[in-house]
């Protein structure tokens, strides 16, 4: 049986979305990789296509209804009507236009693509972008920090939610995405650090 991998070792895939790159906040999300002892091993700006979005999230119908839960939650939670701002309050059907809606802010201002290393990485990225709803996350988090949007909020203007980043759910999801973005020889690499390089 093989080892299990060390921690330092694992890597997970972050995007900077359209929002963050026309906020020039590239650097500060970066810099707050960096300064956690993230390491960023691959690193470029693009500009996705309509089927590249469509590609990278997924179709199923768990996740698509997942996605429209959380819509009709803030809408109960802040007391609006789904029924009557989108014309349903069925959870597929909802979760469905968000997905439109989300592929058409993906693609519409270029964006910023990398692959970060460290300890725990996917966790550890997850919890300094913060929960998916800007309006829920902490300060302190990149997202509670830069953004104040809510499902409520977007979904009333039919687009998808703005929050400055997208990062990998688990390590299945970070393999699975790196190799989507990132895919191909020399376009991920390794290095030290210098703190790495350290003897003590
Ligand atoms: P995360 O990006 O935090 O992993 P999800 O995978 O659940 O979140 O959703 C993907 C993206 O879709 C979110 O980052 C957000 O931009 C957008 N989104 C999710 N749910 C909604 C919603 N209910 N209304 C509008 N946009 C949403």
């Known amino acids: 049986m093989s080892p299990t991998p ?11 979305k359209p929002d ?19 390491k960023i091993v691959a690193l470029e700006m693009f500009q996705a296509t309509r089927e590249q979005i469509d590609g990278h ?38 979760g469905k236009m ?9 693609v519409s201002a270029p964006m910023v693509r990398m692959v970060v290393e460290g300890v725990h990485a996917v966790e550890m990225v997850r919890k300094l972008v913060g929960p998916t709803m800007p309006s829920a996350a902490e300060m302190g ?21 703005h929050n400055l980043v997208h990062a990998s759910e688990t390590a299945e ?17 390794s290095y030290k650090r210098s703190e790495e390089e350290m003897q003590f």
């Open 6 to 16: 060390h921690p330092k070792n694992e890597r997970t895939f972050l995007m900077v």
């Open 20 to 38: 963050g790159v026309k906020r020039g906040l590239t650097g500060e999300i970066i810099k707050r990789l960096e300064q956690r002892n993230l």
């Open 57 to 94: 999230y997924p179709k199923d119908e768990t996740w698509i209804r997942r996605v429209g839960g959380k819509t009709l939650s803030t809408y109960e939670k802040y007391g609006y009507d789904a029924k009557e701002e989108l014309g349903t309050s069925d959870d597929l059907e909802i």
């Open 98 to 106: 968000v997905r439109e809606w989300l592929i058409a802010f993906m």
């Open 141 to 161: 988090t990149i997202r509670g920090d830069y953004s104040v949007d809510s499902a409520a909020s977007a979904n009333k203007e039919h687009r998808a939610v």
């Open 173 to 189: 999801e970070a393999a699975h995405e790196t190799e989507f973005w990132f895919g191909g020889e020399g376009r991920v690499f």
